[in-house]
């Protein structure tokens, strides 16, 4: 069965930064585009970033473009968020999701339980 398994969140100061991971499993990682979504406290579901299933190419919401990278190691089928220059409002609980294909259409069939992300002096 797919499993995502997220993980290196933590408590950043503003300006700070985190690297997340996620361990993918039970699926073919490498036909898959993969991405980052979180949920704010209180708010909806966000999509954060999303990256081909080859690497090829990535996007980003404005929100984020500039300061976070997405990457992914299709070797070791884990995909990675880097996140510098976080703010207070990039609090969130952080989820790996797995696309419906090998393009990121910010839609997606499987998430992991998520790794929290607080950013506060």
């Known amino acids: 069965q797919v499993q995502l398994v997220e993980s290196g969140g933590g408590l950043a100061q503003p300006g700070g930064s985190l690297r997340l991971s996620c361990a993918a499993s039970g699926f073919t990682f490498a036909s898959y585009a993969m991405n980052w979504v979180r949920q704010a406290p209180g708010k909806g579901l966000e999509w954060v970033s999303g990256i081909y299933s080859d690497g090829s190419d990535t996007y980003y919401a404005d929100s984020v473009k500039g300061r976070f990278t997405i990457s992914r190691d299709n070797a070791e089928n884990t995909v990675y968020l880097q996140m510098n220059r976080l703010k207070p409002e990039d609090t969130a609980l952080y989820y790996c999701?797995?696309?419906?294909?090998?393009?990121?259409?910010?839609?997606?069939?499987?998430w992991g339980q998520g790794t929290q992300v607080t950013v506060s002096s």
């Open positions: 999701a797995k696309g419906l294909s090998y393009v990121p259409t910010r839609e997606y069939d499987y």
